[in-house]
């Protein structure tokens, strides 16, 4: 079977014909006209596959993290491949003020989000989103090595992705940016969770499995193992644990894997990207919040716990409070009560129940329909409890940790230093500032954004908006290797093909207007996201406004 798709992609069209850059323009086109007919059967299939047959909120996460996904990445993609024929290089959404005048702690900051097209102002609104160039980077040189690999439409390589096996969007995007901005053929190596969404991929993205840039396979590790090791794989990229990354780098058992990172002798030696895992945090700088800040807070860390059950790398793992901040104990028992509002879902990922029990130190079980309740941990400290802030338990559970100090500056320091310091993983963090510590104290605010070593770091919003724009380059902090993975090597994502990110910073608002789609008790989600879809695909000003509707009424 494996010898037959690599002889397929050797013979493929475009090995002939090139990818130039019209024809990724035209590809970008294309899928995105064929994504639109397979919305129903992809979304069906998804919710079908984690237990929730025709529930709305599961059909409408699914379609907000899956087809939402695939088509806005395309038209941005298409965009800046545009751009890059008439202009000689993606524009950048803000220059009317100099954005390489714009540093961040001395370091280059970038515009990227909102994007001048898809309306991004209007129905995002006050969501803001800047990169922040790694020191010494000359802006002007920030496409160099991309540019490269788009000019020359020569398609020679191989790459394997290995598939996530919780987000739909997760491989898709992963194979759209190794083929059409990489230039290379994917072979997509369907994780066995969600392998059933392996024939509506082939539907949705049809011109890509024609063009011979992408074929999808299914099968368990021992297959995904075989096409890691086939000569004819030129490299690799896999989103999972740390642990199955050292497995297939460095080998299948902890002995094995620590003699050769002693020797330094990987046994793969291809090169290899990653998105690993992420013990995520929800930093809650004290002040004094409003109480309808306090709720909207709430509901964003709430969501963050619950959405896809708590499969998810960028799913809040640590919230980090102060002891003596008079209205925690209010913002717990807010987070408590819309975890008890938000309807429980069926613990569908491999091993998840297991987790639930050795993370929250019991022995529940889930229900006759296999949902576990949803769970967050107050008080907990890293002496008492350490697992559950030095490994990602992959599960619909959090946990709260209060610092004790004598001001909200010391406050923030330390909990920049904890992230830092006692978190695995680099992937992302969110933060929440009261508005008078957030305009008053500016120097501090941007000493910690910079500090905190993450590739993503969301101020009053969940770092899953950052995922979903996508112009925002995606993955951990730089400075990962093969023997310290961390969350990852590499980037995907960045429609605007920037190379020497350091990091993106997303800011938005206290209270998000209209409310967020991912909210437990917004009531339109899936009208909302079937409007913005058909607007994305064809430009009609009534879908906008059916958009607007939707987002404004019964929410």
């Known amino acids: 079977m494996i010898q037959t798709l690599i002889e397929q ?53 699914e379609l907000l993290t899956g087809p939402l996904i695939a088509v806005r990445l395309l038209k941005l993609l298409e965009k800046s491949f545009t751009d890059l024929q008439v202009y000689g290089a993606p524009q950048l959404p803000d220059k009317s003020s100099g954005p390489y005048q714009r540093r961040l702690q001395g370091k280059p900051l970038l515009r990227i989000f909102p994007t001048k097209t898809l309306w991004d102002r209007v129905i995002f609104e006050d969501i803001k989103a800047d990169a922040v160039l790694v020191s010494r980077t000359d802006p002007r040189k920030r496409h160099l090595a991309l540019f490269r690999t788009l000019q020359d439409s020569k398609v020679s390589k191989i790459s394997l992705v290995l598939g996530a096996g919780n ?59 075989a096409l890691v090791d086939h000569p004819a794989i030129d490299d690799v990229h896999l989103t999972g644990s740390i642990h199955t990354h050292d497995r297939i780098v460095w080998g299948s058992s902890p002995d094995e894997i620590a003699e050769r990172k002693k020797q330094q002798t990987p046994k793969l030696t291809k090169p290899v990207t990653s998105e690993l895992g992420n013990v995520s945090p929800w930093i809650v700088v004290p002040g004094k919040y409003s109480a309808k800040q306090l ?43 819309y975890l008890k509002e938000t309807p429980k879902r069926p613990s569908y990922y491999p091993g998840s129940v297991e987790r639930y029990q050795q993370f929250t130190n019991t022995n529940t079980q889930p229900d006759e329909s296999g949902c576990l309740p949803w769970c967050l941990l107050e008080d907990q400290n890293i002496e008492s409890n350490p697992r559950v802030f030095q490994e990602e338990s992959f599960a619909c559970m959090c946990v709260e940790t209060a610092l004790e100090g004598p001001t909200d500056e010391w406050f923030l320091d330390e909990a920049v230093a904890f992230c830092n310091n006692q978190l695995p993983g680099t992937l992302c963090a969110s933060i929440t500032f009261p508005k008078q510590f957030y305009s008053q104290q500016s120097r501090l605010v941007s000493i910690a954004l910079a500090t905190l070593d993450y590739g993503c770091v969301c101020v009053n919003q969940w770092s899953a908006l950052a995922y979903s724009l996508l112009t925002p380059p995606w993955g951990g902090a730089p400075g990962a290797t093969l023997q310290d993975a961390k969350s990852g090597i590499g980037q995907v994502h960045n429609t605007f093909l920037l190379e020497r990110v350091e990091k993106t910073i997303l800011t938005g608002p206290l209270v998000n207007f209209p409310k967020p789609v991912w909210f437990h008790d917004h009531k339109n989600s899936l009208e909302v996201g079937r409007e913005l879809i058909a607007f994305y695909h064809t430009g009609s000003i009534s879908h906008l406004f059916g958009l607007m509707r939707n987002a404004l009424l019964k929410t």
């Open 9 to 61: 992609l050797q013979s493929a069209p475009v090995r002939k014909h090139g990818l130039t850059l019209q024809r990724r323009i035209d590809l970008c086109r294309a899928c995105v006209d064929s994504i639109i007919p397979c919305v129903d059967e992809w979304i069906q299939a998804g919710a079908l596959g984690k237990g929730c047959p025709g529930r709305s909120d599961v059909l409408a996460e």
């Open 167 to 225: 987000v739909s969007s997760v491989p898709f995007s992963d194979a759209i940016h190794k083929s059409l901005v990489c230039g290379h053929q994917v072979i997509l190596k369907m994780n066995p969770v969600n392998a059933y969404l392996k024939p509506v991929f082939e539907k949705a993205f049809a011109p890509l499995f024609q063009e011979g840039l992408l074929v999808a396979v299914e099968g368990d590790a021992l297959v995904g193992q």
């Open 295 to 337: 709720r909207s807070q709430a509901k964003h860390v709430a969501a963050s716990i619950t959405n896809n059950v708590g499969f998810n790398c960028l799913a809040t793992r640590v919230i980090i409070t102060s002891k003596s901040w008079k209205q925690r104990r209010e913002f717990l028992d807010l987070i408590q009560q």
